[in-house]
């Protein structure tokens, strides 16, 4: 089993920032990509941010130049820098990974984060 955890959460003031980590445990071989989507209230689950292995990067247009996302393959956690958050930001943010197993692949899901950006 694998287990997803995300920290970093919290409230913060328009312009402010995050970081948050998401760190995954359990039955690993291999990690493939690694990914952010959030989930606004009322409004369907979107993709953030994804990572591949090798550190390829795709990123929502509407966060790009304001967040980062890279991870640390050693210690199967992936990262979400957030910088100039707009309240258009606020939801919660949950953390995704391709898993391959010794026996199988699957991919994982962590309970979420929540952001608010509000003065």
């Known amino acids: 089993q694998v287990q997803i955890v995300e920290s970093g959460g919290g409230l913060v003031q328009p312009g402010g920032s995050l970081r948050l980590s998401c760190a995954a445990s359990g039955s690993i071989s291999v990690i493939y990509v690694m990914g952010w989507y959030r989930q606004a209230p009322g409004k369907q689950r979107e993709l953030v941010a994804v990572?591949?292995?090798?550190?390829?990067?795709n990123l929502a247009d509407s966060v790009k130049g304001r967040f980062t996302i890279s991870r640390d393959n050693a210690k199967n956690t992936v990262y979400l820098q957030m910088n100039s958050l707009k309240s258009d930001d606020t939801a919660v943010y949950h953390c995704n990974a391709d898993v391959r197993s010794p026996h199988v692949r699957n991919t994982y899901w962590g309970q979420g984060t929540q952001v608010t950006v509000s003065s």
């Open positions: 990572i591949a292995r090798g550190g390829t990067t």
